[in-house]
């Protein structure tokens, strides 16, 4: 596509081309009753309801699997912790008024894959293991869940394959070989090393790729479409990830419920979330905007090098989008978040939900993280840490203050406001590879 395109229809800011920290607000945004009204919607509130009731039936089954979610009674669940210390360190050292409390949504610290991919990654996973079994005449709905850990040698006639720059890999990986399921994850030249270790000690077959991600995932859909046993994960198509994500929205609303958190119009709820190919930004923002309508707005944070999402929605071409088309190179320290392409369903789920994109430089990914290491002791990985950057900038950015002012967040309602930075994975980092996180760009 002609870069020229983009300057001349003044469709994607200057300081997005430029890699540079911004903010694009979505002009797309629409009141949540105009899009419910449109009955274009591929997944209903039944829809939600029906995935949240197969991971409870699952419960018995990972609580078996995985003795870590004992204490969760086999739900795999993460904490929503207050971070005022965070807040402060903010505030102080980028000069960002943070107005209301900042919370963070510790996805990072979710068992078996300690990262947000073991929502949808491990819901499909789930659910493509139920259907088969049923099919087989092996499982029913009255049956207790528990008893598919015997049911080894049936699964382990079966193929799951993904395509991954990392933690999609790793939830499918891990929850795949612990039903009984082979393997296969192609790994895209982003991958960390350590994540691909990890993957192959649970006896999970990674295939890796000196190319990016379109490329793993092409090859990934190519190898399972020739094989009639084989089940592929399209990160960038389906449904079941995006529904496995969509179930944490009513969860965090229990959650918030729990800590006497009121949402409402006086009472805003602010999210940010980082977005890679955008699945599980798309689901989780999308069951909130189910919850709570407009008193509910979801900020995705990509990469400066690599905002896919915000190209595909600002430019409506969608998964055609492609950040190289801009002549942004793609590479970043965030491997989770590397994706020059974005997500055909995510995109065209969200044009009308998402209020914006922020933009994170490689600089301000380790700097939130050493932040958020010494004010709260929480380790998370990069990749998560970009979701800091949209409390920093909401104030900070003019067109971040005029979507304020455009949607009725007034100074009143900000101090009123609950902020939450989504953190997407970190648990299982190990220490030598936190330590160089800690020196990096220093």
Known sequence: MNT?????DDVVPAAVRAAEETVWVNPRLLPFDV??????????????????????????????????????????????RAVPAMQVRLSDAYGAE?????????????????SVKARGGIYEVLKHAEGLAMDAGLLTWDDDYAKI??????????TVQVGSTGNLGMSIGIMSAAIGFHVRVHMSADAKQWKKDLLRVHGVEVIEYADDYSRAVAEGRRASDADPMSHFVDDEKSVDLFLGYAVAAERLAAQLRAQEITVDREHPLIVYIP?????????????????????????????AQCPSVLLGVATQRFERANVHDIGLAGRTDADGLACASPSSLV????????????????????????????SEGIRIEPSSCAAFAGPVGLLRCPAARDYC?????????LHRATHIAWATGGRLVPEEVWEEYLGTYR
Not at 4 to 8: E, K, N, Y
Not at 149 to 158: G, N, P, S
Request: overall charge negative; glycine content about 8%.
């Open 275 to 303: 977005a890679g190919v955008g699945g599980a930004p798309g689901g989780v923002s999308y069951g909130l905007r189910r919850l709570y309508h407009d008193d509910v707005h979801c900020f995705f944070v990509e990469p």
């Open 405 to 413: 002012a455009a949607h009725g967040l007034t100074e009143e309602r």
């Open 98 to 114: 943070i107005p209301g409390r900042l919370l963070l949504k510790m996805d990072s610290h979710l068992a078996i894959a300690g």
């Open 35 to 80: 899009v419910d009204g449109l009955s274009q919607l591929v997944v209903s509130d039944e829809d939600i309801a029906d995935a949240a009731a197969r991971l409870r039936r699952f419960a018995p089954f990972i609580r078996r699997a995985f003795p870590e979610t004992a204490e969760t009674d086999g739900l795999i669940e993460s904490p929503l």
């Open 347 to 374: 995109t065209r789920m969200m044009t009308n939900h998402m209020a914006g994109v922020f933009t994170v430089s490689e600089a301000h990914l380790y700097d939130y993280l050493r932040d958020l290491d010494a």
């Open 4 to 8: 020229d395109a983009f300057i001349a």
């Open 149 to 158: 850990a015997d049911l080894w040698d049936f699964f382990a006639r079966y």
